[in-house]
DNA sequence: ATGATAAAACTAATACTATTAGTTTGTCAA
DNA sequence: TTGACAAACTAATAGTATTAGTTTTATCAT
């Protein structure tokens, strides 16, 4: 094996840590092969294209997101573990925007390994929502519910949707929060 | 005034046409340029640049979103007011997915046309938070978890994020809505 | 009708983008 | 030492936005 020190491990890795420093819209093939002190022709010796690179990329994003879920919630229950997910997720939004861009701007594919993906997205969910004493059909559609609150906020707060009026962001996801808790514990309680 | 037919406003158009027939994704310079028979660079007779050009067809999109809205609740109070809203906005996102995209996903500037726009888009959901009895505050707080939660469904039911149980989104949005609704309610009714 | 004017088209060029084909080179194993 | 193969290379294509400079032509004033 010759001329050691690239693989595909390393090139997905340097292109996720090309796009957490210049942000995703900064991204390209040139670039990541500067970074890497080759021609952009040599990335193609480790990935096939920039979409497959984009898909492992999100791969790895997913995979940190989920990490954070999960830890975020073990040992957790009810409307606890609901702030703490709530939390954690904003977090990454927050701390790592471009990767979580990353997961939400490239497409769904019918493919296998994201398939299995989303099933650890949307575990974390699933999980706390288990505390209520829903139903199993309710239980997804409150996944859905909470899902589209938290990428809803994390994407407005990022793209300066939420920056009209002055007043504090934490306060305005706090009373998100709030209302679907309060949604959930009517629905579980009244066991209907 | 020399060779008339190609006008600013037509050269939007044809953008708006061919962006919600192909796609943004899809759109380029050189295929708008094919579409009106000339070569790409007799584009920038017209407008300054790609950037310039889909900020206006952003303010295009802008336009018949808050149109809808408005006329969604025209004459409407509380609940059905707001419930007007959100199908007004959902439909919109799912009939002209593309536009929708366009608002959502180009950059928020400092600019003051586009800040004023930030207003209308708002404003709608303003009127509908002002008969519940809220304070001030508690109306710009409810104005941003109503558009999260509402742009967070609109987007995840579009790429796909809600087709991971065979259950009918219609309901989990039902769901949502009446969640935030009942927020609502509690929050006004006891005037704290 | 004629000619100047200026807008709107054009051509040609630059600098990016991703990607492919074909070639060279370096390293490891036999 | 030699053969093989992977990983780099060069060179080329086709697409992207954009600019500079040139030509065409519609309209307006003479």
Redesign the interface.
Known sequence: MPRQGLSKESVVQAAVDLIEEKGVSQFSMGKLAQRLKIKPASLYNHVESIDKLMKLVKEEAIYQLVQLENQAIAGKKKNEALFALAEAYRSFARNHYQLYQVI?AF??ENDLVLKQE??EI?SPFLKVLADYGLTE?QQ??????L???????A??EQ????S??P?D?D??FY??M???A??LC?TGGEKR
């Open positions: 939400m497409p769904k989303a099933g949307i059909n997804f559609h409150w996944q859905r519910v899902r589209a609150m938290m990428s809803g906020f994407f407005h793209a300066g949707g939420f009209y009026f007043i962001q306060e305005s009373i998100a709030q209302c679907i309060n949604g009517q």
